[in-house]
């Protein structure tokens, strides 16, 4: 893949997926998947032939941002330093580890 790699916190792992990978992980369309790379400017990791790549950590939290009806962060640092700060998601996060 090419392309570069931004700062991120520390505890942020990189996870490339291709935006049909993504869309099956997250339950998605991959045309959502593409839809969010467009308006909240996903984390782009690179390009591979046609196929671009994109952090699936940054896709969660935009995910999860608007489940929870909250504003979507405008950059990929933004996201990476909420991505382990929401209340709501600590709560599922708790409830699962419960079950």
Do not use: F
């Not at 099956?24 to 308006?39: P, Y």
């Not at 009806?69 to 419960?98: F, M, N, S």
């Amino acid at each position: 893949m090419s392309g570069g790699v931004s700062m991120l916190p520390a505890p942020h792992k990189v996870e490339p997926v291709s935006a049909y990978d993504a869309a099956g992980r997250l339950d998605k369309a991959a045309s959502t998947i593409h839809l969010w790379a467009l308006r909240y400017g996903a984390r782009k990791l690179g390009k591979q032939g046609r196929k671009v790549y994109y952090d699936l950590n940054d896709l969660r939290v935009i995910e999860r941002e608007i489940r929870h009806g909250h504003q979507v962060p405008a950059t990929p640092l933004d996201r990476a330093e909420i991505a382990d700060a929401c209340p709501l998601w600590l709560e599922e996060r708790a409830t699962k580890a419960a079950a």
